[in-house]
Structures are given as structure tokens and as C-alpha cells.
């Protein structure tokens, strides 16, 4: 894939299967429920849920993985595991928590080449739960 493209790279779960599409989004003016992923293999787009559709940043984790909005990141920090969440917000890529946000341009991978990949907030949302004992 090319960097240049990245940024219209998207993902999300099919309607019909709930498999995982990449590819690009193909949106319908006034209509928020029918989002398709333009399948390169099928030639022609599939259905997939909205709630689950998320842009590829353009960025990669330390395993050389593409990150995605929505992707729960680790990055290890001094004595313990920072557990955060790729999200946009003005203008740039963040990778941060509920105390803790870093943010990230596209072409600055620093931050997010630290980080490992360990899940997305629609397969794993157990991984950003609190536990106290």
C-alpha cells in the first residue's frame, strides 16, 4: 500500500458476516445507515457497519502495523502499560487515554511507532476496562 493513500484507507465490519473489509469508504449522501468498503477482489463495494468504519492513520505500530482509528494501543512506559485509543481530533492522529492524550501528525510516527497493536474497541473493548482492586 502507499503512504500517499493511506489516508483514504478505511475499514469496517460487514453487515452480512461481520468480517473485517479494507478498503476505500464509498458513503451515500443523506444516509446514515448504508456505508459500503469498495472491495478490490469483488469489484464492488460491500456493506458495512457504520458504527464500525475507521480511517487508517497513516501510521504504523512497532510491529510494522497499520493503525486504524478505533486500534487499542500498549506502549510501555516506565513501570507499567499505557492502554490508549487511536483517535483523530483537530487535524491530527491522537493516541491517548482518559488522563493521558500524546498527539501525532501524519508524517510523525514517533509516538505511535512505539506502541503495539493489541486490539480494536469493537472485537476487545474488555481491554480498556479498569480494573481496582
Known amino acids: 500500500m502507499n503512504s500517499q493513500n493511506d489516508r483514504y484507507f478505511f475499514r469496517g465490519k460487514r453487515k452480512d458476516n461481520a468480517m473485517w473489509m479494507h478498503g476505500s469508504l464509498v458513503a451515500f449522501p443523506n444516509d446514515n445507515e448504508h456505508y459500503g468498503i469498495w472491495s478490490e477482489n ?59 492524550c500524546q498527539y501525532s501528525s501524519r508524517a510523525d510516527s514517533y509516538i505511535f511507532g512505539s506502541c503495539e497493536i493489541i486490539g480494536n474497541i469493537h472485537d476487545n473493548p474488555e481491554l480498556l476496562e479498569v480494573h481496582h482492586e
Not at 469483488?42 to 457504520?50: E, G, K, R
Not at 487499542?72 to 487515554?97: E, Y
Open 42 to 100: 469483488a469489484q464492488s463495494y460491500l456493506w458495512v457497519m457504520p458504527d464500525t468504519i475507521g480511517q487508517c492513520t497513516g501510521l504504523k505500530d512497532k510491529n510494522d502495523k497499520l493503525i486504524f482509528e478505533g486500534d487499542i494501543l500498549a506502549q510501555a512506559t516506565h513501570n507499567t502499560t499505557l492502554i490508549t485509543v487511536a483517535r483523530w481530533s483537530d487535524g491530527g492522529w491522537l493516541n491517548g487515554g482518559a488522563r493521558e
